[in-house]
Nanobody
């Protein structure tokens, strides 16, 4: 599956952004999805994940009260709603996909995912 992430930008601390990740193909609903981020000089880290049905979600501890992952399979799109943004949330955000039909599993490691989008930059700064 091919992925395209968008929706990043510059936002002030405390602000909100919604990232979107659009997938090609007609089997999007068969894929578990994840969001990762990579800050300058840092390794890529897990942010949030959602199962193929949307019934299971997981979050990095530092974002779980501020970010929400969701998906609309009919639109081949997964979202990451980010509220109360902090400067430490500044990073390039990537969406990722892994075929997972029939398994209500969320995947937390980058190596679990087979397909990646190009990334969208989120900058939190005053």
């Amino acid at each position: 599956v091919q992925l395209q992430a968008y929706g990043g930008g510059l936002v002030q601390p405390g602000g909100s952004l919604r990232l979107s990740c659009a997938a090609s193909g007609r089997t999007f609903s068969s894929y578990a999805m994840g969001w990762f981020r990579q800050a300058p000089g840092m390794e890529r880290e897990f942010v949030a994940a959602i199962s193929w049905s949307g019934g299971s979600t997981r979050y990095k501890d530092s974002v779980k009260d501020r970010f929400t992952i969701s998906r609309v399979n009919a639109k081949n799109t997964v979202y990451l709603q980010m509220n109360s943004l902090k400067p430490e949330d500044t990073a390039v955000y990537y969406c990722a996909a892994r075929f997972s039909l029939g398994h209500e599993t969320t995947y937390l490691n980058a190596y679990d995912y087979h397909d990646w989008g190009q990334g969208t930059l989120v900058t939190v700064s005053s």
